[in-house]
């Protein structure tokens, strides 16, 4: 059971709204919060989301979710005119491990933030990092994978 939290955990971090049933096809999932300056980028950002969201539970405590349709504008508060849209159509494929460990492998694009560390990043192809469950965030102190990494912060500084 604490794995399957685990991953419902993992899946509202992704996008609060997903609360329906696993497996369903997927629904509208729009969003749009801010992210403090320092917990992510050296300045508060915004992100707006619009497009579809999924999660679809697997056998062996899996998880994936998908975001078929997802764009996300970023944008800088601290100069709202400096913006970027990102197709995010990736998806991230959740699996808890024998310690309670939750590892995440996102593939195709997918925009990833960790607070603690303060990156922000949009990945193309294939990552893997943690999820701290005891934080509640994404640890990407310890991402790795092939592909491509652009810094988000970069594009709207």
């Known amino acids: 059971m604490n794995r399957l939290l685990a991953l419902v955990v993992f899946a509202l971090f992704v996008n609060p709204t997903m609360v329906h049933a696993a497996g369903s096809p997927p629904v509208d999932a729009g969003f749009s919060f801010d992210i403090p300056a320092n917990a992510g980028c050296n ?11 999924s999660l ?8 994936i979710v998908t975001a ?4 996300t504008v970023v944008t800088n508060l601290a100069d709202p005119s400096k913006s970027v849209t990102l197709n995010v159509e990736g998806a991230l494929h959740g699996s ?8 995440i492998v996102a593939t195709g694009r997918n925009l990833l933030a960790d607070p603690i560390a303060n990156i922000m ?10 999820f701290d469950l005891n934080t509640g965030f994404p640890d990407l102190s310890d991402l790795s994978g092939e592909g491509i990494l652009i810094d988000v912060c970069a594009m709207i500084e």
């Open 121 to 130: 990043v949009l990945t193309v192809g294939t990552f893997q990092y943690t």
């Open 96 to 103: 808890v491990g024998p310690q309670g460990e939750l590892t």
């Open 56 to 63: 679809i539970t697997l056998p062996g405590d899996r998880a």
């Open 68 to 71: 078929p349709k997802q764009r």
């Open 43 to 53: 300045f508060p950002v915004n992100w707006t989301g619009t497009g579809k969201q």
